[in-house]
């Protein structure tokens, strides 16, 4: 049987990631640590590898793109998986695949 996958979960709403991590643990599938913060979990990926993150939006204590683009840059290729109940937060959507597609060609020489 393979192990559960590790997933970083930053999210400020307590209610919703103790929701998501319940969910997400039943399956065995995976083995979710939570964090409230984009500092706290840029520093605490310096200590733990996982083998995704799933950021909500917004977050606190820096812009939402500017953490990904971060952990991109500090940590490599480590999958996000991105989700939004707001019609508003769409744009994060947008700027995000942008980035993906700007990421994407410039390593592609």
Same mark, same amino acid.
């Given at each position: 049987?393979p192990s559960a996958l590790k997933v970083l979960?930053?999210?400020?709403?307590?209610?919703?990631?103790?929701?998501?991590?319940?969910?997400?643990?039943?399956? !065995?599938?995976?083995?979710?640590?939570?964090?409230?913060?984009?500092?706290?979990?840029? /520093?605490?990926l310096n200590k733990e590898n996982f083998d995704?993150?799933?950021?909500?939006?917004?977050?606190?204590?820096?812009?939402?793109?500017?953490?990904?683009?971060? /952990?991109?840059?500090?940590?490599?290729?480590?999958?996000?998986?991105? +989700?939004?109940?707001?019609?508003?937060?769409?744009?994060?959507?947008?700027?995000?695949?942008?980035?993906?597609?700007?990421?994407?060609? +410039?390593?592609? !020489?």
């Amino acid at each position: 049987m393979p192990s559960a996958l590790k997933v970083l979960y930053v999210d400020k709403e307590k209610d919703l990631f103790d929701i998501d991590k319940l969910l997400l643990e039943g399956s !065995g599938d995976f083995f979710v640590t939570t964090i409230d913060s984009a500092l706290a979990a840029l /520093a605490f990926l310096n200590k733990e590898n996982f083998d995704a993150i799933i950021p909500g939006f917004p977050i606190p204590g820096m812009d939402d793109i500017r953490f990904l683009v971060e /952990a991109v840059k500090k940590f490599g290729q480590i999958p996000f998986i991105l +989700s939004t109940g707001k019609r508003a937060r769409s744009g994060i959507m947008v700027s995000t695949r942008m980035l993906w597609i700007s990421e994407r060609n +410039s390593t592609r !020489g």
